[in-house]
């Protein structure tokens, strides 16, 4: 088997260098066209809220083929499921490049998230087996380089590439990387195939489908549709419950459930997940917010607003390298503690931005949010699969991984909409004290005077652009908020030395 095979063989850092490069394009994908997006509106005749179907559709795919994984790399093998995944991937990306049209461009993304969903968690499980338990961490930590740092170079990557070529080249720079990747994992890679007895689960996958698909269309939709004052947020809403409904009722009755019972049966798993999806939510929130505040309201270039988030990756590289030798000689816990606890003070000086500062802030913050996420993200995915039995960990990796997505859909559609309406409540709160008669109109200048018409546009600008600040401030506080109400799951891990020692179940034991 892979594990028994490869783990200390000459040939683990080929495997590793092989998997790293998919792992980089994938992650790459789901922040790089961002910045592409107005040039391919304008490309393909496209307005604002058709445009947005480029990124959606891609995740919406992704997410929903994730739980196929487990069950794929059961049944054919992970060498077989990866090099599909691979090669689906790169002849996507092509095809993206070249669409003509708003319809073609949208389908080619779907088959990206189709192809590219069993790549993250298949590179992690295979990453698990190929090095010894002892170095989990320092595995994961190379893992976790090109799982972080791609959504973080992502935007500065394509705004490069936008810039000096075409938008185009958002997809096509995923060619030579995926045809190393195959090539990688076409020789190095050996097969690892279990005939677990367990029939497809159509039911449950579809329950799961289908809850996956109304809730990440009720965040997608509810921000344009006054979410809960729209019938289509409700009717969505309640397709979603119910799905869920029935999908957990029906993995907990059903005698073959489409993800297995064990995992829920281990703790550290389960709580670990549980966090990881508050981490999504953390990264990718900020990571929406900060570039329309710094264009929208500061006035930053594109170029310099890539510039500025630029040492979030540098403060990650270094808690990566740092955080993969301390794993194992320190308590795991006590490094996703310290983690939190930056993510934490980042989000509060985030929470002291104003509009008169600097860029010395944004640096400052964005290294110490970096260097949380890693110390985070590395321990965290060690505890999550440090006393899970080896052979579910592709099926726990696609849990992992999809519940860390759902995590950050949902953070990016909950600020965006608190953003939104915050505005108009500070916006209101604030005009109310520039009412006729007040004391606060004889302090400002004259070119504020709401008596005169410049003076009463000028004067509401300065009103919207002071009320749009005070929104991103309340976002970057709610953040503080939920990393306070995550840090208490920590206290349920179970510790290390508890987890290294459980034994894995003999009928299993090939993959050890």
């Known amino acids: 088997m892979l594990a028994r095979r490869d783990q200390g063989a000459p040939n683990k850092w080929a495997i590793t260098v092989s998997i790293m490069l998919a792992t980089i394009m994938n992650s790459l994908d789901t922040t790089i066209a961002n910045v592409a997006l107005p040039h391919i509106q304008g490309s393909v005749s496209a307005s604002q809220d058709q445009v947005t179907w480029v990124l959606t559709s891609y995740i919406v795919a992704a997410t929903i083929m994730t739980p196929m994984t487990g069950w794929l790399s ?12 691979i090669a689906g991937f790169t002849v ?16 080619f993304r779907l088959m990206q998230g189709l192809f590219g969903a069993a790549l993250i968690p298949l590179s992690q499980a295979v990453l ?21 740092l791609g959504p973080i170079m992502g935007p500065a990557l394509g705004g490069w590439l936008t810039d000096n070529l075409t938008w185009r080249w958002v997809f096509y720079i995923n060619l030579p990387i995926g045809v190393l990747a195959y090539l990688g994992v076409w020789t190095f890679i050996s097969n ?11 039911f449950g996958f579809g329950m799961l489908t289908v809850f996956i698909g109304a809730f990440q269309l009720m965040l997608d939709r509810g921000p344009t549709q006054d979410w809960f004052g729209s019938s289509e947020i409700w009717t969505e809403a309640l397709v979603a419950g119910t799905a869920l409904y029935l999908f957990t009722v029906h993995s907990l009755t059903a005698k073959h459930p489409f993800f297995d019972r064990a995992l829920i049966r281990d703790r550290s798993f389960v709580v670990a997940t549980v966090v990881g999806f508050f981490l999504g939510i953390l990264l990718y929130s900020s ?33 990566m390298f740092a955080v993969g030798r301390l794993v194992g000689r320190i308590d795991s816990r006590v490094l996703v503690a310290t983690g939190m606890i930056l993510m934490g003070v980042s989000a509060s000086m985030m929470s002291h931005f104003s509009l008169e500062m600097n860029a010395t802030p944004l640096v400052v913050t964005a290294i110490i949010q970096g260097l949380g996420t890693s110390t985070v993200f590395v321990p965290l995915t060690t505890l999550a699969f440090a006393s899970l039995n080896p052979i579910f960990r592709a099926e726990g990796s696609a849990v992992f991984t999809l519940v860390r997505n759902l995590g950050s859909s949902a953070g990016i559609s909950i600020v965006e909409a608190l953003q939104t309406n915050n505005v108009e409540v500070v916006h209101s709160d604030l005009v109310r004290h520039f009412a006729p008669g007040s004391q606060t109109l004889s302090l400002l200048p004259q070119a504020l005077n709401p008596a005169t ?18 929104a991103y401030i309340d976002d970057f506080r ?35």
Not at 192 to 202: I, Q, S, T
Not at 287 to 310: F, I, K, N, Q, R
Not at 495 to 501: D, F, N, S
């Open 287 to 319: 990571m929406a917010l900060l570039p329309s505040m710094l264009e929208g309201l500061m006035g930053y270039p594109v170029v310099t607003t890539g510039l500025v988030m630029m040492p979030r990756g540098l403060g990650a590289f270094v808690g």
């Open 74 to 85: 059961g049944r054919i093998g992970r060498k077989q499921v990866f090099l599909v995944s």
């Open 128 to 148: 698990l087996d190929i090095w010894p338990k002892e170095q989990h961490g320092q595995a994961m930590a190379i893992w976790g380089m090109g799982a972080i």
């Open 478 to 512: 709610l953040m503080v908020i939920i990393t306070v109400c995550a840090f208490p799951m920590l206290f349920l891990m179970k510790a290390p030395k508890a987890q290294g020692a459980q034994k894995p179940d003999p009928e299993h034991a090939v993959m050890d």
């Open 453 to 470: 018409t410049a003076g009463a546009a000028a004067l509401n600008a300065e009103i919207t652009r002071q009320s749009a600040m005070v």
């Open 92 to 107: 996507a990306s092509m095809l993206c490049g070249m669409a003509g049209s708003l319809a073609q461009i949208v389908g």
């Open 192 to 202: 690892n195939k279990h005939d677990l007895p367990r029939p497809f689960d159509f």
